[in-house]
């Protein structure tokens, strides 16, 4: 029995600093997922219109993605690339266009395709012939 006593001592000595004395140390690496949103990703965008625009503006963080061409299109489908960085809690885009007079109230399409995620659509609609800026929020 009292070699029983000594085992059990000689063992629960170590098992309680394996067990009790541990300390929770978190490695200072940013998360991958924070890394990832502030990284640039190619994505391909095209904006659909329902009638050919006068002007037409695409923003993100108030920088112009259209080209000073594209602003003034002359077709109902634009398409380009850009590198966009896709925070986590979304990206937003602001668009605003100006149509002809007479031009009854019409839509305006941004899809987005960046890579290595999900293409996503959203659509809003203009009253009259003018859509005022307009937030897109897309979110993954």
Do not use: C
């Amino acid at each position: 029995m009292i070699a029983f006593i000594i085992a059990f001592a000689l063992l629960s000595i170590p098992l309680s600093h394996l067990t009790f004395a541990r300390v929770d140390k978190k490695p200072v690496v940013q998360d991958k997922a924070q890394n990832k949103a502030e990284e640039k990703v190619p994505t391909y965008i095209r904006v659909r219109l329902a009638h050919v625009p006068a002007s037409l503006s695409i923003k993100v963080q108030g920088q112009e993605l259209l080209s000073p061409e594209q602003q003034k299109p002359t077709a109902t489908s634009i398409s380009f690339e850009a590198e966009l960085a896709i925070p986590a809690e979304g990206l937003e885009i602001i668009a605003s266009a100006t149509w002809p007079e007479g031009t009854p109230n019409t839509a305006l399409t941004l899809d987005l395709e960046p890579s290595e995620k999900q293409n996503r659509s959203l659509t809003n609609w203009s009253k009259g012939n003018k859509l005022s800026p307009t937030s897109y929020l897309f979110l993954w």
